[in-house]
């Protein structure tokens, strides 16, 4: 059984984070991620870090540049409405090439909306969110172990290509508890960042965090050179499982909480005599064209069904990968409602016909 | 095989430890395990539920809409999820709170005056694990010592009393 | 030949983009004073706003972080958060500080950060080119007032530093002005208070400069001194509004 503990998301997610090297978090309540903040309201006192409740969410992910500017790996933590009030901060700290990681604990919206798990932040979080031309990288776990994971990946991706990263879970993967290990990492000898505001010590030029670039030319350079850090990242970053996705008829396409739900369905259409594979993308940005590119290269005619929690927003990344060469369904339920596996085998018997 | 039970009642019965014994046993016995409790505006009425399930599989999602079990400690509980069981589920009802009869004909219903039996015992606090001792007898989820080995890593070492307590608890209910 | 005034070391050797007249430049040297003259300039990172002293960040030679329109105070805080043996100081103006960041400034002060603010209160938007601020006095002509402020519609100007002294977390707050020699002594004093206040972990310090906008306010900067000390230093006046030591003694 290993070193399986029995833990909550939100606060697996939040040690996961301290064991990443993580001592500072700034946030500010709100359902459901309310849990890490409480976590870390208790921790990081006693090995020495820092937690503050900002007075507002944009006051938190302001103090996150600020932190992530002076050099240390830092984190903040909402929801929904919560991450629409950061998007002014995310552009600068993206702007800024400052690291940092953001938490979305995703409910459904718009506006205050309601509190239970959604997937209806896909667009905020994969086409900007907040202005310019700029990119998060997303990382979408569908389990409380994958969170944990992802966590300390969300850190090391961060810094090394100075970017701001997001955690996208949905408000049940925060709330539920599940069996979870956590691996030993080794975070005492990270690389140096020369490029933090952590004083000159008069033993170099000054250092300037700034998004601010009047010269037209000077901000395209800028704007360029980042661009190429997004290319790398789509080089070497993307993540998603795939499974039966070459003799399949029909390719469930899931992220998150949902993609369980799709794998029962999968299951039990498999049962039926369908034909069913499911590419699970696991970076929302990047995301995984290649998968499709495996999947679409058997030949075979193929249907791609897109299920969400939301009204059909990662269905479009899906068109794009598909390019027209297959059919795209799509199957969701929004405002907080979970679709069942037997909701989505309907649509796969719908789609394949009666057998 | 799987086993899928809602635990609902007032906030402050134990109802989430409830579940969380039975998924910490599972997990101790290499099950895929999962706990969902209800959260935000729901709990603030002074209701709780949680869904737990243990399962030789990959559990897909944490939500149960039908369960098999249903462990009810006040009478909205049992009025909201009496008609979710599965046909040929179980309902255990604490009927030292509950005034009412089930509806059911289809499910077996175990009555257990489990709030009665814990303060007759001294043990107030405890008619939750009265209820597991009781779910667990009925639906051999785990074994007694299983059980019992589960609690005694749940309880923290400093609070060895407590553990007795429990443990006095689980078995009036398994044996009742 | 002995050089008997130089530039700070602290401040930068580039020319400042700031209109003729403009007191900022005043300030900035009188803050890179203090920082040569404390020997912080290597522990120190400064926070530029948004508004004229956008650039900032180009004028002082330690490290600087430039913040979005108001949130200076919560970028301060989270560099100081994650550096505490370090200084660190924001530099804003009256509508970043006041209007759109107020949120921000009362709770660094209510937290008592022990960071230093300097804020330049010119009663006007400058860098937009004129409008209303938080501080435009009753009556005052600008862009967005163009009839004089109406009190009625256009609300009242606040008083920060009264205000921020209400609270318990700040520890030094002083108003002043830099339009006499004497004034500037006084200003330099108090900068260099509020940085030793830090230096010394009292909690939040701020300087209010009372100010000017020649160009704006369309007179000359004589003329603006005068229009200052004739309407603004009556609403609001110089002083110190707080001082734990002053309390401590």
Not at chain 1, 10 to 17: D, F, I, M, P
Request: with cysteine; proline share 5%.
């Amino acid at each position: 059984m290993g070193n399986k503990v029995l833990m909550k998301g939100n606060e697996a997610l939040a040690e996961a984070a301290i064991r990443a090297g993580c001592r500072h978090f700034f946030g500010y309540p709100i359902t459901p991620q309310t849990e890490v903040s409480a976590y870390m309201a208790k921790k990081m006192p006693k090995i020495g870090g820092t937690f503050l409740q900002a007075e507002s969410e944009v006051s938190a992910i302001n103090m996150v540049y600020g932190a992530g500017g002076a050099g240390v790996r830092v984190m903040t933590s909402s929801s929904s409405p919560g991450i629409s009030l950061k998007q002014e901060g995310i552009s600068y700290i993206a702007g800024a090439d400052v690291p940092c990681v953001i938490v979305n604990i995703v409910r459904g919206g718009p506006g205050l909306g309601g509190i239970q798990p959604a997937q209806s932040d896909y667009f905020q979080a994969t086409k900007g969110g907040g202005h310019g031309d700029y990119h998060l990288v997303v990382l979408a776990p569908s389990s409380i172990q994958e969170m944990v994971d992802l966590t300390a990946d969300a850190f090391d991706i961060g810094d090394k290509y100075r970017c701001p990263v997001m955690i996208m879970g949905d408000g049940m993967l925060g709330q539920m508890m599940e069996p979870v290990e956590f691996k030993d990492t080794d975070v005492s000898d990270l690389p140096e960042k020369e490029w933090a505001t952590s004083g000159t010590g008069m033993k170099r030029k000054k250092n300037i965090i700034n998004s601010l670039f009047i010269e037209a030319s000077e901000l395209e350079d800028l704007v360029l050179e980042r661009q190429q850090r997004y290319d790398e990242i789509i080089k070497n970053e993307v993540r998603y499982e795939a499974i039966d996705t070459e003799g399949a008829d029909i390719i469930l396409v899931a992220y998150g909480t949902t993609a369980r739900i799709a794998k029962t369905a999968m299951a039990k259409a498999k049962e039926l005599g369908y034909k069913v594979g499911i590419i699970r993308p696991i970076t929302l940005w990047p995301f995984p064209f290649e998968a499709f590119e495996k999947a679409l290269s058997s030949g075979t005619k193929k249907t791609f069904l897109s299920v969400e929690m939301s009204m059909g927003q990662m269905v479009e990344d899906v068109r794009l990968a598909v390019n027209g060469r297959a059919d795209v369904e799509f199957f969701g339920r929004t405002g907080g409602i979970v679709p069942t596996p037997k909701e989505i085998l309907a649509k796969i018997v719908e789609i394949g016909g009666a057998k | 095989m799987t086993h899928e039970t809602i635990f609902a009642g007032f906030g402050g019965q134990g109802i989430l430890f409830a579940g969380k014994v039975i998924a910490y046993a599972g997990m101790l016995e290499g099950k895929n395990v999962s706990h969902l409790p209800s959260y935000g505006p729901e709990m603030r009425g002074g209701t709780a539920n949680c869904s737990v399930i243990v399962s030789d599989e990959d559990v897909a999602s944490p939500i149960i809409t039908e369960p098999a079990n249903l462990v009810v400690m006040n009478g909205p509980s049992l009025d909201k999820f009496e008609n979710a069981v599965i046909p040929g589920g179980k309902i255990f009802i604490d009927s030292a709170l509950i005034n009412r009869k089930c509806e059911r004909d289809d499910a077996d219903v175990f009555e257990i005056p489990a709030t009665q039996m814990a303060n007759d015992m001294g043990l107030p606090k405890l008619a939750n694990m009265i209820m597991v001792g009781k779910l667990i007898k009925e639906t051999q989820m785990f074994t007694w010592e299983q059980l019992k080995g589960a609690v005694t890593k749940l309880v923290p070492a400093a609070k060895a009393a407590m553990l007795d307590s429990n443990i006095k608890a689980l078995e009036a209910g398994y044996n009742y | 030949m002995e050089k008997v005034f130089k530039r700070p070391h602290a401040l930068s050797d580039v020319s400042f983009h700031y209109c003729p007249g403009c007191p900022h430049g005043i300030v900035h040297r009188l803050v890179a004073e203090v920082i040569d003259e404390l020997g912080i300039e290597g522990d120190t990172i400064g926070v530029a706003p948004v508004g004229c002293s956008v650039f900032a960040y180009n004028y002082f030679e330690c490290d600087m972080q430039e913040a979005a329109h108001g949130r200076a105070p919560a970028v301060a805080t989270g560099i100081k958060r994650a550096l505490p043996d370090k200084v660190v100081f924001t530099y804003q103006g009256d509508g970043d500080l006041a209007a759109i960041g107020t949120a921000e400034t009362v709770h660094v002060a209510a937290r008592g950060e022990n960071v230093t603010t300097i804020f330049i209160n010119n009663a006007i938007y400058g860098m937009t080119g004129g409008q209303m601020a938080p501080t435009t006095l009753a009556g005052q002509v600008t862009q967005t007032s163009p009839y004089g402020r109406d009190i009625k519609t256009q609300g009242n100007p606040i008083r920060v530093s009264e205000m921020l002294a209400t609270l318990d977390g700040p520890a030094y707050i002083e108003r002043v002005t830099v339009d006499t020699v004497p004034h500037i002594k006084q200003a330099k004093a108090a900068i260099k208070k509020a940085f030793q206040m830090q230096l010394d972990g009292k909690g939040f310090s701020l300087v209010e400069v009372v100010s000017t906008c020649p160009t704006n306010w369309g007179m000359s900067p004589q003329e603006s001194f005068e229009w200052m000390r004739e309407n603004m230093l009556p609403h609001y006046p110089l002083g110190v509004y707080k001082d734990i030591t002053k309390e401590e003694n």
